[in-house]
């Protein structure tokens, strides 16, 4: 497993805290999430699959098409038919302990090829909006909603963490293009950079 407090950000360089874009309250906060690990999981045998992660992790995985469910200590997102991401905390042999419980399944440690970044505040639906084809509305993308897709042409996975709070995990070498992409749409709601 990768050493999270040794890896240097994709953003490195391009990362500036502080308030940009129109005066006044910013329409929203993005910052990148680090610390966290993120496994990517498939199996062809669901059901026995969820049931030991369920036992072993305390989650269950969400078996609809773009539903995520939050366990113990880990928030699994249903990137397809017997295919999560999981996003959790780091810890040694982590990968293992997962591809225990989940035997006849594959694990793979994803996280030094990708980058979350957070997006929240009460113009963030429209920012995505921007760039991204989904129907961003509450009704059609509430909290607990995840889809991959496209934001600015790159490629995506968006997870809804509350009304007005998204996580966007994409692969490292779009780190930067997705930055520009984020800032540049935020610019005209203000944005502040945690």
Same mark, same amino acid.
């Given at each position: 497993m990768v050493d999270l407090n040794l890896s240097r950000s994709a953003l490195d360089g391009v990362f500036t805290q502080g308030a940009f874009g129109a005066a006044g309250d910013p329409g929203v906060t993005l910052s990148e999430r680090r610390g966290g690990a993120l496994l990517d999981l498939s199996t062809g045998d669901i059901d026995a699959t969820r049931r030991a992660i369920a036992?072993?992790?305390? $989650? &269950?995985?969400? /078996?609809?098409? *773009?539903? /995520? %469910? /939050? *366990? &113990?200590a880990c928030r699994a997102l249903w990137t397809g038919p017997g295919h999560w991401l999981i996003k959790t905390a780091p810890k040694p042999n982590l990968e293992r302990a997962w591809a225990d419980a989940a035997r006849n399944s594959a694990v793979n440690d994803v996280t030094h090829g990708r980058i979350v970044l957070r997006i929240k505040g009460p113009s963030a639906r429209d920012i995505l909006a921007k *760039? =991204?084809? @989904? #129907? @961003?509305h509450p009704t059609a993308f509430p909290t607990g909603a995840c889809a991959q897709s496209l934001i600015g042409k790159i490629n995506v996975t968006i997870d =809804? @963490? #509350? %009304? &007005? !709070?998204f996580d966007i995990t994409t692969g490292r070498a779009y780190a930067k293009s997705l930055w520009a992409w984020m800032t540049g749409a935020a610019a005209e709601y203000g944005y502040? $950079? !945690?």
């Open positions: 036992t072993q992790f305390g $989650v &269950d995985l969400p /078996t609809k098409s *773009g539903r /995520t %469910a /939050t *366990g &113990d *760039g =991204c084809p @989904l #129907d @961003l =809804c @963490l #509350d %009304a &007005d !709070e502040r $950079v !945690e």
